[in-house]
């Protein structure tokens, strides 16, 4: 009996260390969350944009659907105009994330730091006016760094982690991981679907194509897609104007 008890508590305990920075932030977090987090339009919207600044960073006015969940809230700081959708989720742990002013997050993204190995440049940030796609993940151990005006479509995943597998007589879950960590210049377009894996460098004003695998860094003004990513094109103004073609710009 004792030994069961001992395991429960173990599992509770264990629990709520990957859920936020001690008890008393757990139970401040989730009575606000209980209390707040579902309070649908734009009132909603307002009572957390108030409320939850006892919870996380807030530089200037921050717009928080309902539905969005948040762990490790205190090392969470979002920029002046920022909007997170229904059903975004960041989990944020120390070094935690970091969103600019005016940047998007669409229903359902994941930015996950998750970050208990004590890995020195664990962390997530995103510059302004910045667009994360409806259902992408951005996993953070590593570190990632996105720089303003980045959009990434839906169904996007950029991991900055990766396990260890070459030992064929020992499970890869006992082999360790690395983290080196993403980095995604300012005006870069990510494809739906497209993965970006650890370690790569994404350079200014690059295109990824929708469904890329991108395991090698991609030089600046240049279009990359397939599996594994190869250069397609340089973006060098010389492209045939279509004249079919209607564009539409932002007024």
Known sequence: MAERTQKLISSINLYLSRQASGIGRYV??????ALFGWVPTIVGIGLRGIIYRLILKMKG????????RLRFANFIELHRGVYLDHGVYLHACPQGISIGENTIVMHGAVLHVYNFRGLPHAGIRIGRDSLIGEYSV??????????????TSPFTQVLAVNHVYEDPNRPFVDQGITAEGIIIEDDVWVGAGAIITDGVHIGQGAVVAAGAVVTRDVAPHTVVGGVPAKLIREIDGRTAFVPERVVFHSS
């Open 28 to 33: 401040l977090e989730q009575s606000l969350y």
């Open 61 to 68: 006015w921050a717009a928080i659907e309902s539905g969005v």
């Open 138 to 151: 951005i996993r953070g151990q590593g570190g990632v760094t996105i720089g303003d005006r980045v959009y």
